[in-house]
């Protein structure tokens, strides 16, 4: 077993498994956990199109980003859209690219696409169903190919998309609420 100890300064091994004892910061929110991340309730994917699907993990309502699964259960290209911050993406599920690149994200790939990025997402006939996990920080401007803009998706708007889902299908609106941060 290795004796290297991360901890900067000698303490008991008792004090090591000892909680911290005092209060957290006031103003700090809760902890976010979610529980069954691809969820066995089909409810909880709010449709974005045919075959197409998020799963909010969390909004972030106070910082402008969210986080979310990305299901697809097609082939064909999803969006062509424009990021002004960064986005992180990590691959559960099948595999995706974009039509600007010549790489492909497979499961188990990490993708960081920097801001100012322009790019069309895409499926291909052989995947049965892909799953990403993305962190979109800001928006998602979709735009035409020539980069003007036909829409956008921030944190509210997917806010919106939520409640608006749950509101319908029996999970209440305030179902969303769970994921605000």
């Known amino acids: 077993m290795n004796k290297v100890s991360p901890v900067p300064v000698q303490v008991s091994t008792e004090e090591r498994w000892t909680p911290y004892r005092h209060p957290q910061p006031k103003d700090s929110p809760p902890e976010l956990i979610v529980p069954n991340v691809i969820p066995e309730d089909e409810r909880v994917w709010v449709p974005v199109d045919d075959n197409v ?48 690149h010549d790489w492909t994200a497979t499961e ?9 990025e322009t790019h069309t997402l895409v499926v291909d006939p052989d995947v049965e169903e892909m799953i990403t996990m993305f962190q979109v920080n800001g928006a998602m401007i979709y735009v035409d190919p ?12 997917r806010l919106d998309k939520c409640r608006a889902h749950y509101a319908t299908n029996g999970l209440g609106a305030e179902y969303a609420d769970q994921f605000i941060r």
């Open 146 to 157: 020539d980069g003007k803009c036909l829409g956008y998706d921030d944190v509210f708007t």
């Open 53 to 100: 699907w998020f799963r909010p993990l969390c909004l972030s309502v106070t910082r402008g980003y969210w986080m979310n699964l990305l299901r697809v259960r097609r082939a064909g290209v999803l969006s062509r859209h424009r990021h002004p911050q960064p986005v992180h993406g990590y691959v559960l599920r099948g595999k995706w690219r974009y039509l600007e």
């Open 108 to 116: 188990g790939s990490y993708v960081y696409e920097a801001p100012g």
